[in-house]
């Protein structure tokens, strides 16, 4: 029973640890579209083909994060449990893509 209980906080505290990451790297990614859009919109961006500046950089810190919790917490990457961190992450990230997409079906209908 107690091997279970121990699976179980494993793969919790995976999922919290991606969500955790998720979630951090979907804000850098809300407030990059946020700039680009005021840059857009002061008629300072030079190129609307152009990328968001720092995209590479954010994918950058997003797998810094990844390889610091696996140093850090290795448990999270053992016996299936790295899924959990994987899952985690997705839903992290899908909670600002949903609320971008309430946010701009609110706009559209005003």
Wanted: net charge positive.
């Amino acid at each position: 029973m107690q091997i279970h209980l121990i699976d179980v906080l494993c793969n919790l505290a995976g999922l919290l640890s991606g969500a955790v990451i998720g979630l951090g790297f979907g804000l850098l990614q809300k407030k990059a579209r946020q700039e680009h859009e005021r840059l857009e919109q002061s008629g300072q961006l030079k190129n609307a083909w152009t990328l968001m500046p720092g995209s590479g950089a954010r994918v950058a810190y997003l797998l810094l994060a990844l390889v610091l919790a696996q140093v850090v917490c290795p448990l999270l990457f053992a016996e299936g449990t790295q899924w959990w961190v994987s899952g985690g992450l997705v839903a992290g990230y899908a909670v600002q893509l949903y609320q971008q997409l309430r946010l701009r079906m609110r706009e559209a209908r005003a």
